[in-house]
């Protein structure tokens, strides 16, 4: 089975920047396209960023300029760095990847991390 272990995240000031990692861990797998999506309160889960594994990015307008993604191969760890961060990108934090492993291709999810912007 695989896993996605999910760190970084926290209280930081407007402006402010974080790091987001996310770590796939098991055995005979390989990993397609990673993202990032968060949630905030009263909304619905949204794709914030992805990354296939060739390094093709793909971002949602809001935080073009501001975030980050990448990638570690071999590491197989995502990254997402969040720079001049806004109260509005205040949010749960989720990783997901798509991976193959024997022959089949399932939708893995990391646990959540809380990002809060505030002063």
């Known amino acids: 089975q695989v896993q996605l272990v999910v760190s970084g995240g926290g209280l930081v000031q407007p402006g402010g920047s974080l790091r987001l990692s996310c770590a796939a861990s098991?055995?005979?797998?390989?990993?397609?396209?990673m993202g990032w999506y968060r949630q905030a309160p009263g909304k619905e889960r949204e794709l914030v960023a992805s990354?296939?594994?060739?390094?093709?990015?793909n971002y949602i307008d809001s935080v073009k300029g501001r975030f980050t993604i990448s990638r570690d191969n071999a590491k197989n760890t995502v990254y997402l760095q969040m720079n001049s961060l806004k109260p509005e990108d205040t949010a749960v934090y989720y990783c997901?990847?798509?991976?193959?492993?024997?022959?089949?291709?399932?939708?893995?999810w990391g646990q959540g991390t809380l990002v809060t912007v505030s002063s």
């Open positions: 990354i296939t594994n060739g390094g093709t990015t």
């Open positions: 997901n990847a798509v991976i193959k492993r024997y022959g089949y291709q399932s939708n893995v």
């Open positions: 098991g055995t005979g797998f390989s990993i397609d396209t």
